[in-house]
């Protein structure tokens, strides 16, 4: 007797947001804003302290191990790195791991040089749409934290660029501890969530993998979100060009 046929597993909106996420690819790496291709994709940026867990996040969100550079020494990353998501013949969203910051054993001539640049893209990179923020679920916002806050909070505001807050290493607490983080990074994103923005926060463990498939969701949303709007303005430009033929039912 033959073996039954194994049934398919079901495709949700997780595993199809994993799948999206898992095929990031390395795309180009720049030390300045100019070397970045000009590139009408939009972009999710991760951004965070030097010791948050940014990387680790980064590569288990892509289920890689080594899509972005997780050293044990904080403070190595250097430039921006971009990575292409989505079919290779036609991607739909660019991940832009930014260098860390907060690492005071860093020279401070190089600190001063990164945080430079991670501003002008913070400020003026017009393909920015989405912000992932990593914050130690133990620490919660430090000073440097808010002040990168602050720093993206009027594009934020607008609905310009959606944000999302992860509270790393959720693993290391306890559930009351969790949810006492959780609450605190809550009343500290009150004032940047008012509509139109979309603010966020989850806890997020890349050991236990709490929060990567709604992050993974997240991210693929987003991607979509941006996709319909760009097709929007096209499919009106479409219609318009085609006269009354589009109106077959207006009498003259």
Known sequence: MSAPASSPVAQTPARTALAWCHSARFLVTASQLEQLP??????????GRSNAGKSTAVNRLAQQRRLAFASRTPGRTQHINLFAVGPKDAPSVLWADLPGYGYAAVER???LRWQEVMAQYLATRAQLAGLVLMIDSRLGFTPLDQQLLDFVAPRVRTGE???????TKADK??????????AGAQEVLGPYAAEPAD???TLFSALSRAGVDDVAQTLHTWAAAHG????APASRATDAESGPAASPDVGT
């Open 38 to 47: 000009a590139s009408v994709l939009p972009e999710i940026a991760f951004v």
């Open 109 to 111: 001539g190089a600190r």
């Open 161 to 167: 660029v959606r944000l999302i807050v992860l509270l």
């Open 173 to 182: 607490l306890n559930r009351r501890e969790a949810q006492t983080a959780l």
């Open 199 to 201: 603010v966020s926060v």
């Open 228 to 231: 319909a709007a760009t097709a």
